[in-house]
């Protein structure tokens, strides 16, 4: 989305700010509104990633000042004349900007998404109708969209734009999903936040480089209003149960609303965005019930709870954890945080920085900067992947997967080192046993810093049970608490939970995954569950990039599977068995090469059936070209 904006600041704001600008982006700048090719034979240096794990493209810094003074006099000769933002390049010209901030040829359905992701239109994913029904064709088909989280909310927007009738069922009071129930202290995103957006709802003025999680919440709730969601929102009611018709050919759907009363209600289509941090995950310690003192879920926080100066125990180290306590560790008394295993911890330059005024005016003055700046955290995370995460079958050093892998683990190693190298029984507890990146990587919020306090404890000694005053662990030791905190994470491998989803046959969802979790066509689709299509469903956290990308493409690939039914007049569309269990083997064979296999450790990325039932094993070039469009070859439509 272009925002018509002429150029304000006098001389020595621009030039201030082109100091802070990504040579890179100005290089493409130039090209595309100058004109200036001599730039593209300026000199490009790759600077290391993850201690040269990851590699990133730039130009050469000894070279930057030969971008910054053709752009500070092109700015400064626009803004004399008062230039208005010219319009974009043709699709083609586009393709090979791209290119050019990507530095390297960016292949056919990466540059696809890429163009999307640069949100040059105002809705890039949009659903243009082949052969549109005409006035009042639309008025007696509903689709259903479970939960306003990030799925919920690029359903019902493209829903919206391609108007096509629609209610969003959502169980709380608000939108945002995962964002509006985990307001836990310094809950924070850890993918920059202008990638972390949406195609249809850029730019945005983000205060931060990676947006806490009011920030976040209140851009979704924007969102919703802005594009005209909020008077399908159904709040404070949950799906309880949906029952497959086959002679109507539509979803018989249960709901409950907040004072307890029960509606049926139908649907043709069913769009599935309740995601993956859905259910708390709570431990079920011997004696939990007896705790005298406050318990609460990261995702529940109590607010209404006064922790200063308290003696608080925090149970787990996973993300919640981790960006939790060097939050409270400045105002507790005394802070015991409870370890079943250690995580591998990423340093992130500027991790919990405001968004600087330089920067903030470049994205605000400076045509299609939004745009690239948006792009080339796209084309920078895409770049790569292949490898980091791929074990090598000959590779035998222990604690590592892959040579790539061992140099990622050394980086994060020495930056351990570096924060709590001077206290060995603290190297001894923050050191995993498993390869970097086997877990969900954790972004330093402060982690090391927090551990280094006098107030603060990590407990390796695991827990043995909860007493009436707090925690025993297998040492012995009873830690007296007055505030515990379950940072334990979520039901990640209970997809729809705790809904009973009754298909066609009387096939229920629960029992056809009880054989080894969560299955579906490329993540979206399942055999005999018509017309039902998940966002974030089995096997679709990416190996890289932005979950709201991801989730914008399955809610396109959805709507477009619908809006064949509806130009055809069909009711229903269904997967081919063969298709789906295809797909399901290709993927368990490329999953045994993948990192998350590994045995030395144990998360969420895997069930309990021991598959790996929540990541990816594709790269995103290729479920890109999966998704773009359905091949309705590979269903049943009647």
């Not at 989803?501 to 579906?520: C, F, H, N, T």
């Amino acid at each position: 989305m272009i925002i018509d904006r002429r150029i304000e600041g006098d001389d020595e704001t621009i030039k201030k700010a082109l100091l802070q600008a990504d040579p890179m982006i100005l290089r493409t700048l130039l090209v595309q509104l100058k004109g200036d090719e001599s730039v593209l034979d300026l000199p490009l240096v790759k600077v290391g990633g993850m201690g040269g794990a990851l590699q990133v493209t730039m130009l050469d810094p000894q070279h930057d000042e030969a971008v910054r003074a053709p752009m500070f006099d092109l700015l400064k000769q626009w803004r004399d004349e008062k230039r208005p933002v010219p319009p974009a390049p043709s699709r083609e010209e586009l393709y090979r900007l791209m290119d050019i901030c990507a530095a390297r040829k960016l292949p056919p359905h990466e540059r696809t998404v890429g163009l999307e992701e640069l949100a040059v239109e105002d809705y890039p994913r949009k659903i243009e109708w082949n052969n549109k029904p005409k006035n009042g064709a639309l008025s007696n088909y509903r689709v259903l969209v479970i939960g306003a989280g990030v799925g919920g909310i690029a359903s019902g927007v493209y829903l919206e734009q391609a108007g096509i009738p629609y209610t969003i069922i959502e169980k709380d009071s608000g939108v945002g999903g995962t964002w509006w129930r985990n307001t836990y202290p310094d809950a924070r995103v850890d993918v920059p936040s202008h990638f972390y957006s949406f195609s249809f709802e850029t730019p945005y003025p983000w205060k931060h480089y990676y947006a806490p999680q009011p920030e976040i919440q209140a851009y979704m709730e924007h969102c919703a209003k802005k594009h005209g969601l909020m008077p399908n929102i159904r709040f404070n009611t949950k799906v309880v149960g949906a029952t497959w018709d086959e002679e109507a050919a539509n979803w018989k759907v249960r709901v409950e609303t907040g004072d307890g009363k029960e509606e049926t209600l139908t649907f043709n289509a069913i769009i599935s965005g309740v995601g993956l941090f859905n259910e708390p995950s709570v431990p079920d310690f011997e004696g939990i019930q007896d705790f005298k003192g406050k318990i609460f879920h990261t995702s529940s926080w109590d607010h209404s709870y006064d922790h200063k100066g308290k003696r608080v125990g925090v149970i787990g180290t996973g993300p919640s954890s981790m960006q939790l306590v060097p939050n409270i560790a400045q105002t507790v008394g005394k802070l015991s945080v409870f370890q079943r295993t250690p995580g591998w911890v990423v340093p992130v330059l500027g991790y919990r920085d405001q968004i600087s005024p330089e920067i903030r005016w470049l994205l605000d003055y400076v045509p299609y900067y939004d745009n690239w700046y948006r792009f080339r955290i796209y084309a920078t995370m895409l770049d790569g992947v292949d490898g980091v995460q791929n074990m090598d079958p000959t590779w035998n050093k222990p604690g590592s997967v892959s040579a790539r892998n061992e140099v990622m683990r050394k980086f994060l190693l020495d930056y351990l080192k570096e924060k709590v190298g001077h206290r060995p029984d603290l190297v001894e507890k923050t050191v995993p046993a498993y390869p970097a990146f086997a877990k969900r990587p954790i972004m330093d919020n402060g982690w090391f810093d927090a551990l280094l306090r006098d107030n603060v404890e990590l407990v390796t000694s695991q827990i043995k049970k909860v007493t009436p005053k707090g925690v025993v662990t297998e040492d012995g030791r009873e830690h007296e608490i007055d505030l515990l905190v379950v940072g334990a994470g979520f039901q990640t491998n209970k997809f729809l939970y705790p809904m009973r989803i009754e298909g066609r046959g009387g096939a229920v969802l629960e029992d056809v995954w009880s054989k080894d979790g969560g299955r579906a066509y490329l993540g979206i689709t399942i055999p005999k569950f018509p017309n039902l299509f998940c966002i974030y469903g089995p096997n679709t956290n990416p190996r890289t990039g932005s979950l709201f990308m991801w989730e914008e493409l399955q809610a396109r690939y959805a709507i477009l599977c619908i809006r064949e039914l509806i130009e055809k007049g069909h009711r229903s569309i269904d997967v081919r068995q063969e298709v789906h269990d295809e797909y399901n083997e290709r993927m368990d064979d490329a999953m045994q090469e993948m990192i998350w296999m590994d045995q030395s450790q144990k998360s969420y990325y895997r069930n309990e059936f021991n598959r790996a039932d929540v990541n990816m094993p594709w790269l995103p070039e290729d479920y890109f070209s999966w998704t773009i469009k359905p091949n309705f070859s590979d269903y049943l439509i009647k």
